[in-house]
């Protein structure tokens, strides 16, 4: 099964607020598991990854972390801006695949 | 920051024309693909390539056709528009080995047939 399944679809939360997104994926051959950000009429970017070795990653205002018995993983965002307001897209891919699974996206807006 | 173009942004044209998107990179990164955006944001893979002379169709079934004749440059070309191809279209690329598979995406381009 190669799906990623993400919720919310959609989050409001007021500045300063920490909007959390999960994923959940279903094929433990994955162990790369990035976020990515999209601002309208833009591409994704890379926001911030994380690899099944470790439970908690963070940069900056993001962390991700990571349950890999629950195979889940999830998006926190400390401090949320209104600049942060943008879509989230969370995605798995195999070591040496070619390819990553996108999760369907939340859209997150922070209220100033 | 990603150097991945994409030409046109925006697209507005009449059913039965044949459309090419352009891709380019000039990272030098073997691996391209084209994704398709839902206004419901969902994004689906319809074309990827490993490198020259390679390509492959992607998760989402598309009338769309793809070349890689350059390492740098990823065409996509639509035969015969139709209006159910109305969609924002998204070039991405990836480096091989290292980076395991950080992809870098385009702005996209946003195609309107009618």
């Known amino acids: 099964q190669q799906q990623v399944k993400q919720s919310p679809q959609s989050l409001i939360v007021q500045k300063g607020g920490i909007p959390i997104i999960n994923c959940a994926y279903e094929n433990t051959a994955f162990d790369y598991f990035p976020w990515y950000q999209q601002f309208p009429g833009k591409g994704p970017a890379l926001l911030i990854a994380i690899r099944p070795d470790v439970s ?6 993001f962390t991700i972390s990571f349950n890999k018995s629950a195979k ?3 998006l926190h965002i400390m401090d949320s801006q209104p600049g942060d307001s943008a879509t989230y897209f969370c995605a798995a891919s195999m070591e040496y695949g070619n390819k990553l699974v996108f999760g369907a996206g939340t859209i997150l807006r922070v209220k100033s | 920051e990603a150097d991945i173009y ?6 507005v044209i009449g059913t039965g024309k044949k459309i090419t998107l352009e891709c380019s ?4 990164h073997d691996k391209m693909y084209w994704y398709q955006q839902d206004p419901g944001m969902e994004l689906h893979l319809i074309h990827y390539s490993y490198g020259v002379n390679s390509t492959e169709k992607g998760d989402l079934s598309s009338e769309s056709t793809v070349s890689r004749i350059r390492t740098e440059h990823f065409p996509l070309t639509l035969e015969s528009a139709r209006p159910s191809h109305t969609s924002q279209y998204l070039c991405a690329s990836s480096p091989r080995g290292q980076s395991k598979n950080t992809q870098y995406f385009g702005p996209g381009t946003r195609l309107t047939v009618l």
């Open chain 2, 6 to 11: 994409q030409t046109p942004r925006y697209l």
């Open chain 2, 25 to 28: 990179q000039t990272m030098g």
């Open chain 1, 56 to 61: 908690e990653k963070k940069e900056g205002r």
């Open chain 1, 72 to 74: 889940q993983f999830s």
